[in-house]
């Protein structure tokens, strides 16, 4: 793995180097909110990332520490990739980043719904699926 080079001590030059990408983020929110861990569910995401795209940033992202793989508990063929408590500490980014968008920019309205939700309580919220993540 390549150690992790970062641009600047800006705290958010450096975060953007690891979490800047159009799909870093995502690869977390498909693991904290859509249950997914292994290569195969992340290729099935409605964004269609590419498998060389997806291989380097699950690579990249194990290399920062905040996901690490282990052996999938059903098949030893697949790898079963999880959050680290870094990765899980990226919870509150992802909400922020969820009512952002709620209120500036054009979303699917089925997503709409869960913005309010989250917009009403925020913080209990954010902590119940904190504790969710950290118990898998």
């Not at 159009?22 to 992340?42: A, P, Q």
């Not at 059903?74 to 790898?79: D, W």
């Amino acid at each position: 793995m390549k150690p992790l080079k970062v641009r600047s001590g800006c705290p958010i030059s450096s975060a953007l180097d690891i979490i800047g990408d159009k799909w870093s983020l995502l690869i977390v929110r498909d693991i904290l909110m859509n249950g997914k861990n292994t290569y195969n569910e992340f290729l099935k995401s409605k964004e269609k990332i590419a498998t060389n795209v997806l291989a380097d940033r699950l690579s990249m992202l194990e290399a920062s520490g905040i996901l690490a793989k282990e052996e999938h508990p059903e098949s030893k063929a697949k790898i079963f990739y999880r959050l680290t408590d870094k990765g899980i500490d990226l919870l509150p980014v992802l909400v922020e980043l969820i009512l952002w968008s709620n209120t500036y920019l054009p979303i699917d309205e089925a997503a709409r719904p869960y913005g309010e939700v989250l917009k009403r309580d925020k913080d209990a919220i954010i902590k119940q699926l904190m504790a969710i993540a950290r118990k898998k």
